[in-house]
């Protein structure tokens, strides 16, 4: 059977997977007696070995049986979880993402072995202390070993009921390989073999234990059959991997069975099922499979995009419709056009309700970086986080994480001091790194906070006219807010030394050139001895926004109306060229201009010799500028159009839209004027 139409499935629910992996690992270590965690650990194993078995991928198969060993001695008490254990498992996790992800890339695992880490394993089992609870569940095995095959009466007036029936009772011991892989697979195949012939009424261990392989190598099974011993043991004995197979009759003495059980089973068959039926209730099974059932489905992005773009050609037509002069349209004209408005909006809601994911996603992975950081660096670090919940567009989802990578490896590195320092400066010896996310308007806000040592503006100048960025006499005129900008230039690193976290430059570079590649800005808050903040301000969505049009001469461009402050209007007598930045008093405090058709090169400008002139005041950060403009046209919902691989140098344009009467306008990257 070609299993290739089943990849993308299992490599998705294998990432579900490895992500709440990862999440109980963490867990794990801080809270090593919790049943629960291990429980989990253990069921995705035990889940990701079933599912790379029946896939093929016998690398990944291997190492969560290891795994699953381990954990199994774990959970009942023969080993004590410490954080050389924990290691090795977040290397098997790190094992299973990297074939994970040459699967997502290339269709195959990847070449890497994993014998090194299950040779870690295996020695963690060789070399397991005999704690208390082994001890127990040694003596517990002792006393009750699997050829104990008591009936009670209800299996009794089983067997009699079949005898009467003209049927035969078998008491079958199954021993499997001890080099079997999928033990519960093997179970799975005899259990399917018997039940062509006769049922299971009787099973040591339960069915449940037996599936989720809480067994070494031999279970016991009792059956009814028509069919003869010999039958029934050339069978079990031609399955692979079952290396002996017992088989005894059971007789039972003459004694009339329970009425009850007479009346409830005369004639019926029993499964091994139905034989723990008065444990359950009837229906619970169903009930439960019910409730667990979600209501999603997996979709792919791209036929989201499509999606979008049917809404997106929609709100075009919407908006031509709506250019159309009043005087031509006839009242049922605007009638339609405002149910049409109703629909499109309602629509584009719905289509971008669709697209946001919670942040989470991205969090997740950071626990698990900041503990190996942390051991790295020899530093006690705490990451809190917060609004996980909150959600963004899945196009920004997959940019976000680097920049948020880098930002918390820098505080980190960089902001959180080594332990005797922070004890000498009165602090605890435990750093804090926070990580939260909170919905702001029309934007979603990210900020990662450490209380550090915050950021040395001296050090950064002097830095920076080491390596020729500045000049002395600039620097002197630096305030706290422009010196810190300077940590966002290319090659720019205030380590003392080159090391695998840092000293290279390229980190908060990257930072600011992603954020400001989906139309985000980033502050920095610091306080010397408390810390540092980096703030991350992005737009909910890149697909359709608000927009402000002007006009520019005879063009049309359009401006983001979450960046925009304030309209206003000055008299061009009021502008001062100050160090050749034209700049006008706004707000008693001042404010730089920009003449947009300068920098955007558009001829027969009005704005040039007119007195009183347009201003859009725009905002990036705490920081914002007028842009003189010739025309306002209104406020309209645009669609976001790339410009294509050919126009993507250009950095004054951050797209464009098409309008109602089919011209094309381009979107002004307010960022990079700014």
Do not use: W
């Not at 009242?331 to 049409?340: K, P, T």
């Not at 994480?401 to 332990?419: Q, Y």
């Not at 049309?556 to 060229?577: G, Q, W």
Request: hydrophobic share 40%; aromatic share 4%.
């Amino acid at each position: 059977m070609d299993m290739n139409q089943y990849l993308e499935i299992f490599i998705e629910e294998s990432q579900e997977h490895l992500q709440g992996l990862n999440q109980n690992l963490l867990g794990l270590e801080s809270n090593p007696k919790d049943s629960k965690i291990l429980n989990e650990i253990f069921r995705v194993a035990h889940t990701l070995k079933g599912m790379s078995g029946t896939m093929g991928f016998n690398n990944m198969m291997g190492l969560t049986h290891e795994m699953e060993n381990v954990l199994d001695d774990i959970r009942n008490g023969r080993i004590d979880v410490n954080s050389d254990i924990v290691d090795v498992l977040f290397e098997c996790l790190d094992f299973l993402d990297n074939a994970v992800t040459n699967l997502s890339n290339t269709g195959k695992e990847g070449n890497r072995s994993a014998e090194g880490i299950i040779v870690k394993l295996n020695n963690i089992l060789k070399n397991k202390p005999l704690t208390a609870a082994a001890v127990k569940v040694a003596a517990v095995q002792e006393e009750k070993s699997t050829d104990d095959f008591n009936m009670n009466q209800y299996d009794e007036g089983l067997v009699r009921k079949a005898a009467q029936q003209g049927l035969n009772a078998y008491r079958i011991k199954i021993t499997l390989d001890k080099g079997c892989m999928l033990k519960s697979a093997r179970a799975f195949i005899v259990f399917q073999t018997i039940e062509r012939y006769g049922e299971i009424f009787k099973s040591i261990p339960k069915v449940e234990d037996i599936e989720d392989e809480k067994f070494d190598t031999e279970f016991l099974l009792g059956i009814v059959t028509k069919e003869s011993e010999a039958v029934i043991k050339k069978e079990l004995e031609s399955i692979s991997e079952v290396v002996e197979v017992s088989v005894a009759s059971i007789v039972v003495g003459d004694e009339p069975a329970e009425n009850a059980i007479d009346n409830a089973r005369s004639g019926v068959a029993v499964t091994a099922e139905a034989a723990d039926s008065d444990e359950k209730e009837p229906g619970e099974d169903n009930q439960n499979r019910k409730a667990k059932m979600g209501k999603t489905v997996r979709v792919d992005i791209d036929r989201l995009d499509n999606l979008m773009n049917l809404v997106s050609e929609l709100i075009i037509i919407k908006n031509g419709l709506e250019g159309i002069g009043n005087d031509s349209r006839s009242q049922e004209m605007n009638e339609a056009v405002e149910y049409l408005e109703r629909i499109t909006t309602n629509l584009h809601d719905a289509v971008m309700k669709v697209r946001m994911v919670p942040i989470e996603r991205v969090f997740n992975r950071f626990p698990r970086m900041v503990r190996d950081l942390s051991k790295d660096l020899g530093k006690d670090i705490m990451l809190h986080m917060s609004g996980e919940e909150t959600e963004l567009d899945r196009t920004v989802i997959d940019e976000i994480g680097d920049p948020l990578i880098h930002l918390i490896r820098n505080s980190i590195d960089h902001g959180i001091e080594e332990r005797e320092e922070r004890v000498r400066n009165g602090k605890i010896s435990n750093g804090k790194v926070y990580l939260r996310a909170y919905q702001d308007g029309n934007s979603v806000v990210i900020e990662v906070e450490d209380d550090g040592k915050g950021i040395d503006v001296e050090k950064v100048k002097k830095k920076a006219i080491d390596k020729g960025i500045i000049k002395q006499a600039e620097a002197n005129e630096l305030d706290e807010r422009n010196a810190i900008e300077l940590l966002f230039k290319p090659g720019f690193s205030t380590a003392d030394k080159v090391s695998d976290l840092s000293g290279r430059g390229v980190g908060l570079d990257v930072v600011k050139t992603k954020i400001e590649s989906l139309n985000g800005v980033v502050e920095v808050e610091t306080a010397p001895g408390k810390g540092s903040k980096f703030i991350i301000r992005l737009p909910l969505t890149l697909a359709i926004i608000q927009a402000l049009l002007v006009n520019i001469g005879s063009e049309k461009y359009a401006i983001p109306l979450n960046v925009i402050r304030d309209i206003t209007t000055i008299t061009s007598n009021t502008i001062r060229n100050i160090h050749g930045q034209e700049v006008v008093l706004n707000r008693e405090s001042v404010l730089p201009i920009v003449r947009l058709n300068r920098v955007l090169d558009v001829e027969n400008s009005s704005s040039e010799e007119a007195e009183e002139l347009t201003i859009v005041v725009v905002k990036k950060g705490d920081k914002n500028a007028g842009f003189i403009v010739d025309k306002l046209i209104g406020q309209q919902e645009i669609v976001i159009k790339t410009l294509g691989k050919f126009l993507s140098g250009i950095k004054l344009i951050a797209g464009a839209t098409i309008l109602g009467d089919g011209q094309v306008a381009l979107i002004v990257d307010t960022n990079s004027l700014i």
